[in-house]
Nanobody
Framework: QVQLVESGGGLVQPGGSLRLSCAAS????????MGWYRQAPGKQRELVAT???????NYADSVKGRVTISRDNAKNTVYLQMNSLKPEDTAVYYC??????????????WGQGTQVTVSS
């Protein structure tokens, strides 16, 4: 089993910044892509950003230039630095990781989610 622990969410004013973290642990033989998704009330879950093991990144158009995804492979941790936050960034943010476990099974895992609220 793989556990994901997310942290860093909270309440921030428009224009502010937050840094989310997601640490993966457990039965991890190999960790491939890691990413962040978000879900606002009444909306479907959507991609925010992903990063491959080699560091290639992909961003949703809505966050490009304001958000940076990074990872520490030694710590099995992915980060999301969010700047110039807007009220429309308000959502529950979920970490997602693509893992091969010690039974050589490959699957994706989701974190429990962390709330980000952008409001004055």
């Amino acid at each position: 089993q793989v556990q994901l622990v997310e942290s860093g969410g909270g309440l921030v004013q428009p224009g502010g910044s937050l840094r989310l973290s997601c640490a993966a642990s457990g039965s991890i033989r190999r960790l491939y892509a890691m990413g962040w998704y978000r879900q606002a009330p009444g909306k479907q879950r959507e991609l925010v950003a992903t990063i491959t093991k080699g560091g290639n990144t992909n961003y949703a158009d809505s966050v490009k230039g304001r958000v940076t995804i990074s990872r520490d492979n030694a710590k099995n941790t992915v980060y999301l630095q969010m700047n110039s936050l807007k009220p429309e960034d308000t959502a529950v943010y979920y970490c997602n990781v693509d893992v091969v476990n010690y039974d050589s099974l490959r699957r994706a895992y989701w974190g429990q989610g962390t709330q980000v609220t952008v409001s004055s």
